[in-house]
């Protein structure tokens, strides 16, 4: 057991709950924020406390950054109320989107709506969040395969993140004197509801992604959710402003 606590943004669905799911049966405290769907959330503190752990679901924008300061105030009397604690551990910025269109049809809309969630929101609810990390802590910032090799459609999103993974070098150098490390997780093609479903729904897609996989499968959530907590929780603290790619060796 441990008495870490660690915040997941976006933690309601998908990778974010996986990962709650994951840390949680390690003994962390997890708070998971969600945009709108109250319902799911509430749904993964509940499978975190008949766990026996304890959690948290906060309602959170990060596309939002006018929201930032109040969030941190109801996160610290989350903290104090739930774990008698000012501080926490661990923080996995996880809430995001894909937009699917082509570079010539990319609206500015579009542009913004993914650089305000994957790039500002990320900046900036970091920097309002740091305060409150313990020294010692640890910060994992999400990328995407889409960083490193091409597919038509993705263009602004892997710009996104392309940005996310410069920044987290960034972010590790300055809080690198307080012990924190920060590394950036790099997920393949998952079975989740991510983009429509589209991975996970549509056959030949799915067919297609395994066909170029070197572990010849599509990749599942719990293969992401266990990566973020051997990340977070390994013995690894020497390794910081690292790039860390789980999908199964896509496009090698």
Do not use: C
């Not at 894909?98 to 929101?121: R, S």
């Not at 960034?170 to 479903?197: C, L, M, Q, S, W």
């Amino acid at each position: 057991m441990t008495n870490k606590i660690a915040l997941i943004t976006g933690g309601s669905r998908g990778l974010g709950r996986n990962a709650a799911l994951h840390l949680a049966r390690q003994g962390v405290g997890v708070v998971i924020t969600y945009l709108s769907r109250a319902e799911e959330a509430a749904e993964v503190v509940a499978e975190i406390e008949a766990l026996g752990g304890k959690a948290a679901a906060l309602q959170l924008d990060t596309g939002k950054t006018a929201g930032f300061d109040a969030f941190a105030d109801q996160f610290t009397k989350t903290l104090g109320t739930v774990w008698e604690r000012g501080t926490f551990d661990f923080l996995f910025n996880n809430a995001g989107m894909g937009i699917n269109a082509a570079f010539a049809e990319t609206t500015e809309e579009q542009f913004d709506t993914l650089m305000n969630v994957h790039v500002k929101g990320v900046f900036f609810l970091t920097q309002r969040l740091l305060p409150l990390m313990a020294d010692g802590g640890r910060i994992l910032n999400v990328s995407s395969g889409l960083a490193r090799f091409s597919l038509p459609g993705y263009a602004a999103y892997s710009a996104m993140k392309g940005a996310v993974e410069v920044l987290s070098r960034y972010i590790a150098k300055e809080v690198g004197p307080r012990g924190i490390a920060v590394n950036v997780i790099a997920p393949g093609a998952i079975e989740t509801d991510f983009g429509g479903g589209a991975v996970r729904d549509i056959a030949d897609l799915n067919a297609m992604v395994a066909s170029n996989t070197a572990m010849g499968r599509v990749g599942l959530p719990d293969d992401i959710g266990g990566a973020v907590a051997s990340i977070l929780l390994g013995d690894n603290q020497w390794m910081t402003a690292q790039r860390i790619e789980v999908s199964g060796g896509m496009y090698l």
